[in-house]
């Protein structure tokens, strides 16, 4: 019997420790008509910048997201302009379980940031955030970014979900 639960107890402690946890939040100005914004860019890059296969799967995933919407890729004159931003940043969670001393691990939070920027107006008119967390050293996977871009843009534009 308690080999059955020793067992039952490791397979939800694996399962959990397999999911992704999520804070999905985002952020608009409310006096702002939405359904004007057709056509969109990319925020300029610096000079020098060499985007890596991160900023390429966020790129490629946005893209199919917006153009699947109806908004439309242009080079000149644009609605909006789109700007992403990611980070990682670790802490100690602890555990609380030791007396006098402390127990506990290392927690990595990846987070992307969308940002539709009105070009005329030049203020950022809706943002939104995903953050998850993360296996320490290693990189989101595919599957991760393309999920996170879509927790992001399901709030957007607002009030159509």
Not at 60 to 81: M, S, T, Y
Request: glycine residues 6%; hydrophobic residues 35%; contains cysteine.
């Amino acid at each position: 019997m308690a080999l059955k639960l020793l067992t039952f107890c490791l397979s939800l402690w694996m399962l959990a420790g397999c999911s992704t946890p999520k804070k999905v939040s985002s952020d608009y100005d409310p006096s702002v008509d939405f359904s004007v914004y057709k056509s969109y860019a990319w925020a300029p890059q610096a000079e020098d910048f060499i985007p890596g296969l991160t900023e390429k799967q966020l790129t490629k995933d946005i893209d199919l997201i917006l153009q699947h919407r109806g908004f439309e890729l242009v080079e000149e004159n644009p609605d909006l302009v789109v700007r992403y931003q990611t980070g990682r940043k670790q802490f100690f969670a602890d555990d609380g379980t030791a007396y006098g001393g402390s127990h506990g691990y290392v927690i990595d939070e990846g987070q992307l940031k969308i940002e539709f920027i009105d070009p005329k107006q030049q203020t950022i008119v809706f943002e939104g955030t995903s953050k998850i967390m993360l296996s320490p050293d290693v990189r989101p996977t595919s599957k991760q970014i393309k999920q996170a871009v879509l927790d992001v843009l399901d709030n957007y534009p607002p009030g159509s979900r």
